[in-house]
Protein backbone atom coordinates (compact mmCIF):
# COMPACT_ATOMS: atom_id res chain seq x y z
CA UNK A 1 0.00 0.00 0.00
CA UNK A 2 1.45 3.38 -0.93
CA UNK A 3 1.64 5.92 1.31
CA UNK A 4 3.11 9.77 1.53
CA UNK A 5 4.07 11.31 4.56
CA UNK A 6 5.00 14.85 5.53
CA UNK A 7 6.87 16.27 7.98
CA UNK A 8 8.78 19.20 8.56
CA UNK A 9 5.54 21.43 9.56
CA UNK A 10 5.53 24.16 12.61
CA UNK A 11 5.41 27.47 14.44
CA UNK A 12 7.76 30.49 12.47
CA UNK A 13 8.31 33.99 12.86
CA UNK A 14 7.35 36.00 9.88
CA UNK A 15 10.37 36.18 7.21
CA UNK A 16 11.43 32.78 9.04
CA UNK A 17 12.19 29.60 7.19
CA UNK A 18 10.94 26.22 7.33
CA UNK A 19 11.68 22.96 5.00
CA UNK A 20 9.00 20.41 4.01
CA UNK A 21 9.54 16.83 3.33
CA UNK A 22 7.07 14.49 1.67
CA UNK A 23 8.29 10.74 1.88
CA UNK A 24 6.64 7.98 -0.36
CA UNK A 25 6.69 4.51 1.05
CA UNK A 26 5.23 1.26 -0.24
CA UNK A 27 5.53 -0.39 -3.56
CA UNK A 28 6.30 1.72 -5.38
CA UNK A 29 7.71 1.48 -9.50
CA UNK A 30 7.76 5.01 -10.40
CA UNK A 31 6.40 8.57 -9.29
CA UNK A 32 5.78 11.08 -11.90
CA UNK A 33 4.70 14.42 -10.68
CA UNK A 34 4.99 15.60 -7.48
CA UNK A 35 3.15 18.66 -6.00
CA UNK A 36 2.30 20.56 -2.45
CA UNK A 37 -0.74 22.00 -1.93
CA UNK A 38 -2.27 24.32 0.94
CA UNK A 39 -5.13 25.00 2.36
CA UNK A 40 -5.89 27.99 4.80
CA UNK A 41 -8.74 27.93 7.32
CA UNK A 42 -11.90 29.08 4.95
CA UNK A 43 -10.19 28.69 1.78
CA UNK A 44 -10.11 26.32 -0.98
CA UNK A 45 -6.69 24.30 -1.12
CA UNK A 46 -4.44 25.60 -3.70
CA UNK A 47 -1.46 24.42 -5.81
CA UNK A 48 1.79 25.71 -4.54
CA UNK A 49 4.49 24.41 -6.54
CA UNK A 50 4.96 21.45 -9.22
CA UNK A 51 7.89 19.56 -9.65
CA UNK A 52 8.29 16.67 -12.33
CA UNK A 53 10.28 13.64 -12.24
CA UNK A 54 13.08 15.25 -14.71
CA UNK A 55 13.11 17.54 -12.32
CA UNK A 56 10.83 20.91 -14.36
CA UNK A 57 9.24 22.94 -11.47
CA UNK A 58 6.62 25.44 -11.68
CA UNK A 59 5.20 27.34 -8.95
CA UNK A 60 2.01 30.03 -7.43
CA UNK A 61 2.58 33.77 -8.41
CA UNK A 62 2.36 33.95 -4.36
CA UNK A 63 5.22 32.00 -4.01
CA UNK A 64 7.89 32.81 -6.44
CA UNK A 65 11.04 33.83 -5.36
CA UNK A 66 10.68 32.48 -1.77
CA UNK A 67 9.68 28.93 -1.96
CA UNK A 68 11.49 26.30 -3.80
CA UNK A 69 10.71 22.65 -4.93
CA UNK A 70 12.96 19.75 -5.19
CA UNK A 71 12.89 15.81 -5.07
CA UNK A 72 15.29 13.13 -4.60
CA UNK A 73 13.78 9.86 -6.56
CA UNK A 74 16.28 7.43 -4.96
CA UNK A 75 14.73 8.62 -1.94
CA UNK A 76 11.02 8.66 -3.40
CA UNK A 77 11.12 12.16 -1.52
CA UNK A 78 10.08 15.80 -2.25
CA UNK A 79 11.00 18.28 -0.62
CA UNK A 80 9.39 21.93 -0.10
CA UNK A 81 11.83 25.05 1.28
CA UNK A 82 10.09 27.97 2.49
CA UNK A 83 11.96 31.13 2.69
CA UNK A 84 11.03 34.93 3.68
CA UNK A 85 7.69 33.25 5.18
CA UNK A 86 4.82 35.68 6.01
CA UNK A 87 1.50 35.31 7.84
CA UNK A 88 -0.52 34.58 4.70
CA UNK A 89 1.36 31.35 4.34
CA UNK A 90 -0.37 29.73 7.30
CA UNK A 91 -2.00 26.60 6.16
CA UNK A 92 -1.94 22.72 6.30
CA UNK A 93 0.80 22.02 3.47
CA UNK A 94 -0.35 18.90 1.61
CA UNK A 95 1.77 16.51 -0.20
CA UNK A 96 0.54 15.04 -3.17
CA UNK A 97 2.06 12.78 -6.33
CA UNK A 98 0.68 10.75 -9.47
CA UNK A 99 2.39 6.88 -8.51
CA UNK A 100 2.60 3.75 -10.56
CA UNK A 101 2.65 0.74 -7.79
CA UNK A 102 1.35 -2.88 -8.50
CA UNK A 103 -2.24 -1.62 -7.78
CA UNK A 104 -2.01 0.67 -10.86
CA UNK A 105 -1.33 4.54 -11.54
CA UNK A 106 -3.01 6.42 -9.01
CA UNK A 107 -2.62 10.17 -7.29
CA UNK A 108 -2.19 10.60 -3.50
CA UNK A 109 -2.39 12.73 -0.89
CA UNK A 110 -0.38 13.09 2.55
CA UNK A 111 -2.50 13.76 5.66
CA UNK A 112 -1.08 17.33 5.89
CA UNK A 113 1.38 19.19 7.85
CA UNK A 114 0.44 22.48 9.65
CA UNK A 115 2.67 25.52 9.31
CA UNK A 116 1.88 28.34 11.21
CA UNK A 117 3.87 32.10 10.46
CA UNK A 118 3.25 34.27 13.51
CA UNK A 119 4.96 36.75 15.51
Known amino acids: QVQLVESGGGLVQPGGSLRLSCAAS????????MRWYRQAPGKERELVAT???????NYADSVKGRFTISRDNAKNTSYLQMNSLKPEDTAVYYC?????????????WGQGTQVTVSS
Open 26 to 33: GSIFSINS
Open 96 to 108: HADISSYTGYSAY
Open 51 to 57: ITRSGST
